[in-house]
């Protein structure tokens, strides 16, 4: 089956900090590959995509290359700020027949200081 | 503005009474899904739909129902059934075909009184 697989939290840093969350993936067929984030009390954003094998998906400071090789899609980021503090899902689609199925990691929780 | 609203943000529900949370999109999207997410935790698949008068059990479905009469529409039923439903409730559709990411609504947080 497919499975989503995120590094536990919370990740605790300092304002300016690099950031990297690791995500890998197991998938039947070729996925696309997504990072969402949620703030405290909403729903998830999605933050950056990546459908085929080496794109790097990028918004806001945050990027993420998409792995093949590894399975991979770490999210990264070269200076964090405050209201960086969030929940971020790695997540994969597949193809399942005629339709695609969303399948999430558990989540990592941000927090940022000054 | 396009995009996906559910209603209400906030449900208190007695023990033993049904509640249907509301999920509506303007998106024009086939695909529609519902989690469910726990403190602390990641989201779980209730039910989805890929296309109206169809819909398909997720890994949490027991204790719940849908229902999806229209392409804008998949409301979620917590029955009497469903012996633990305080969580967050998370409605999302998607646009048929893999390469598409899913919308999300901004969630019910549903509490049992």
């Known amino acids: 089956g497919n499975s989503v697989t995120q590094m536990e939290g919370p990740v605790t840093l300092s304002e300016e900090a690099f950031l990297t969350i690791n995500c890998t993936y197991t998938?039947?067929?070729?996925?696309?590959l997504f990072w969402y984030v949620q703030y405290p009390g909403e729903g998830l954003q999605l933050l950056l995509k990546a459908t085929k094998a080496d794109d790097k998906g990028s918004n806001k400071g945050f990027e993420a290359t998409y792995r093949k090789e590894t399975t991979s899609f770490h999210l990264e980021k070269g200076s964090v700020q405050v209201s960086d503090s969030a929940v971020y899902f790695c997540?994969?689609?597949?193809?399942?027949?005629?339709?695609?199925?969303?399948?999430f990691g558990t989540g990592t929780r941000l927090q940022v200081t000054l | 503005d396009g995009g996906i609203t559910q209603s209400p943000k906030y449900l208190f529900r007695k023990e033993g009474q049904n509640v249907t949370l509301s999920c509506e999109q303007n998106l024009n999207h086939d695909a529609m899904y519902w989690y469910r997410q726990d403190p602390g935790q990641g989201l779980r698949l209730i039910y989805y739909?890929?296309?109206?008068?169809?819909?398909q059990k997720g890994d949490i479905a027991e204790g719940y129902s849908v229902s999806r009469e229209k392409k804008e529409s998949f409301p979620l039923t917590v029955t009497s059934a469903q012996k633990n439903p305080t969580a967050f409730y998370l409605c999302a559709s998607q646009r048929q075909g893999v390469r598409s990411e899913a919308f999300f609504g901004q969630g019910t947080r549903l509490t049992v009184v």
């Open positions: 997540a994969l689609s597949v193809n399942t027949g005629t339709a695609s199925k969303l399948t």
């Open positions: 739909s890929q296309i109206v008068n169809d819909f």
């Open positions: 998938a039947t067929g070729y996925p696309s």
